[in-house]
């Protein structure tokens, strides 16, 4: 069943794929697993659906799937619950934004504050088994996800998308085929081992600069991304 939380234009999206095969398919799955005693993170993997509507949405962020660790993932891309360290990814992310903004400080992971500005941290896959990265990949996620990220683009606002790492950057061709008044950055992935690397290294790739550039003249108003919880 639907959570109740779940922002009201999000809801019909979600239960399409509820009565899909590939909804029943990783409900059946994740029942399975949870039965066997396997750990699925995060707690809540529609969270991002929670703290943002389809119509608020102003740039999209795109993760692959949650960090496995325990207590890790919280149900928004790249970002950790309070009592947890910054990964290596999520470090990086900062460092950028600290080039582009020296005055930024980042006390947490957490990155709520973003979400209620209007950044959809979304994640292409929403589960994940406790130590196994990409453990629920291509089980039926995918095509729910797709079809969030088709609602985004074909609501024919401005939206900035950024495309980080050749996963995401797969998700080009979706979003030009529901909105062509778009802002679509990428870049290499985060991760330590492509965020220096070309063919377009993450670290200085100016993108929350140049996403608030976009947004300021489509009349709309930036992202603090100091503020991030």
């Known amino acids: 069943m639907l959570e109740s939380s779940i922002k009201e234009d999000w809801k019909p999206v979600l239960s399409d794929f509820e ?29 991002a659906l929670e703290l943002l509507s389809a119509g608020e949405v102003k740039v999209v962020i795109l993760g ?38 020296p005055e930024a400080e980042f006390r947490t ?27 629920h990949s291509k089980k039926g996620w995918e095509e729910l996800t797709d079809e969030i990220i088709a609602k985004v683009a074909s609501e024919g606002r401005p939206v900035v998308f950024m ?6 950057q797969e998700k080009k061709k979706l979003i030009r085929k529901f909105n062509k008044d778009c802002l679509i950055l990428e870049s290499n992935h985060p991760s330590p081992l492509s965020a220096m690397r070309g063919p377009i290294p993450f670290i200085g790739n100016d993108h929350f600069r140049k996403a608030n550039e976009w947004l300021t003249q489509k009349g709309i108003s930036p992202i603090n991304w100091t503020k991030h919880n």
């Open 163 to 168: 495309l980080w790492g050749k996963s995401a």
């Open 19 to 47: 009565h899909s095969e590939a909804g029943k398919k990783i409900e059946q799955l994740l029942a399975k697993q949870k039965a066997e005693g396997l750990k699925i993170f995060p707690p809540k993997p529609y969270r």
């Open 109 to 135: 992971g957490e990155l709520e504050g973003w979400a209620k500005q209007g950044v959809l941290l979304l994640n292409t896959v929403l589960t994940v088994v406790e130590g196994t990265a990409n453990s």
């Open 64 to 101: 692959q799937d949650p960090y496995h660790g325990f207590n890790q993932a919280n149900g928004l891309a790249f970002s950790v619950n309070k009592d947890v360290p910054p990964p290596p990814s999520l470090r990086n992310i900062f460092k950028e934004i600290k080039r582009e903004y």
